[in-house]
């Protein structure tokens, strides 16, 4: 008996032991953040792994209290409270189960071993690479694609990666991985590899929000961070510059989306030629998106004027009903959406997208304290990445700001979940040493 007590508390040592080793952590985060790109599956297990064996460890290892952190809680304290005033209780249930890592993965980041800078960099590697091997795979696909059928639409945005997975949410992950191989001092044969690889990704998915990003991004890397000479920072913002100008320029199916985006700001009532051959189509512009108060079911709304005109009519809602302080609930804005679309006369299928917007999406369910929590998170987020002059931490914080303007981020897992575990990561980082290979 006294043996086999003996051989289960060695046995339970270890494990402590092991749980303690910050080594752990480290194969976790990565794992919950190579699997994003994969089936939902894949991060909610990956997600609870790493919670459970954070869980673990909270009698073993010294409490750390991180006030940012208290924000995402405070966040997800907020959608529970929505339970109260709900305008569809069934659908805030389901989204307070899907957005419950807002107060898990913060809890789980206080109880593990403080990560060292290096861990937390050796975690974003691996993500990195990750996506070059992703990348690789998306671009053979298409090309056996495109052997099969002849049809160039296989290289470019959703059709790469496919539209559930969804082009700009794989843009964010790869441009993420990007800046993080730009940002490196050293860079042998395999990291300018894969600068190549994921700038010729993101290109490819023609995302117009995040190259607009990007490109500001990389003007910000050169002229404030990189040791390189000037002439060096000239020739480098040069190429990368004129790679997407002629991309947008010269390549149809990158053109197409950016012209229709200039159709809609100068023209109203212009014809979508792309369409034509089907039917007359107009392009809603957006001073039409804004103002007129009855469409057509043949108009036709680019990304840019469908965004506005959510905002238009979430700004109506605000007029017409009592939601500033509580919002919808959670969940519970998309039926105002579509009594809105059938009361302007859109074609029903615009009544099943969201806000495409975080921070009306959230006002909208949330009213304005989660509002506020939210821009707060943003703001310490930008702050924390300021103070520290870490370049990889204000390229999350600069994308996730403008990011938010046209995507309701939140209500995917893929967004939930990139965007709490790199907002933990990378807020436990003081004063960073500049990496090196």
């Not at 991060?43 to 673990?56: E, Q």
């Not at 002629?246 to 985006?261: S, Y």
């Not at 979940?417 to 907002?423: K, P």
């Amino acid at each position: 008996m006294e043996h086999t007590y003996n051989f289960f508390k060695k046995a339970s040592l270890k494990t402590i032991d092991f749980i303690k080793n910050p080594a752990v952590f480290v194969y976790l985060l990565s794992a919950i953040l190579i699997t994003l790109p994969l089936n939902f599956a894949f991060g909610s297990i990956t997600c609870i792994l790493f919670i459970l064996f954070s869980f673990s460890s909270v009698h073993k290892i010294k409490f750390a209290p991180n006030s940012s952190f208290l924000l995402l809680i405070t966040f997800y304290f907020l959608m529970v409270i929505s339970l109260f005033w709900t305008r569809d209780l069934k659908l805030t249930l389901g989204g307070l189960k899907k957005e419950v890592l807002f107060l898990l993965l913060p809890l789980a980041f206080l109880f593990i071993p403080k990560l060292s800078t290096e861990s937390i960099y050796k975690v974003l590697r691996v993500f990195s690479f990750s996506m070059v091997f992703y990348a690789i795979y998306y671009f053979l696909k298409a090309i056996f694609r495109y052997s099969k059928s002849g049809d160039t639409t296989v290289f470019f945005y959703h059709e790469l990666v496919t539209k559930e997975l969804n082009a700009i949410y794989v843009s964010v992950f790869a441009s993420f991985a990007l800046f993080y191989f730009i940002a490196l001092d050293v860079k042998k044969i395999k990291e300018k590899i894969a600068i190549v690889l994921l700038f010729v990704l993101v290109v490819l998915l023609s995302s117009k929000n995040i190259l607009a990003v990007d490109l500001l991004l990389i003007f910000i890397y050169y002229f404030f961070f990189s040791n390189s000479t000037k002439r060096q920072k000239g020739i480098i913002v040069a190429v990368f510059s004129t790679i997407i100008i002629v991309a947008v320029l010269l390549v149809p199916k990158i053109r197409d989306r950016f012209l229709i985006e200039y159709q809609t700001i100068y023209t109203d009532n212009s014809i979508n030629s792309a369409t034509e051959a089907e039917g007359k189509v107009n392009t809603i512009s957006l001073n039409e998106a804004w103002n007129r108060e009855r469409f057509e079911h043949n108009d036709f709304f680019s990304g840019t004027a469908l965004r506005l005109y959510q905002i238009r009519i979430f700004k109506e809602l605000l007029y017409e009903e009592n939601i500033l302080f509580t919002g919808y609930g959670l969940e519970a804005s998309q039926e105002k959406i579509r009594e809105k679309a059938k009361q302007h006369n859109l074609y029903p299928d615009y009544g099943t997208f969201n806000f495409h917007n975080q921070y009306v999406q959230t006002f909208a369910e949330l009213g304005i304290f989660g509002l506020l929590v939210l821009l707060l998170l943003l703001f310490i987020n930008l702050k924390n990445a300021w103070q520290n002059k870490d370049f990889i931490h204000i390229v999350f914080a600069v994308t996730m700001i403008m990011l938010f303007l046209t995507e309701s981020f939140f209500c995917r897992q893929r967004g939930v979940i990139f965007f709490i575990t790199l907002y933990c990561m990378l807020n436990t980082i003081y004063n960073p040493k500049k990496l090196k290979i």
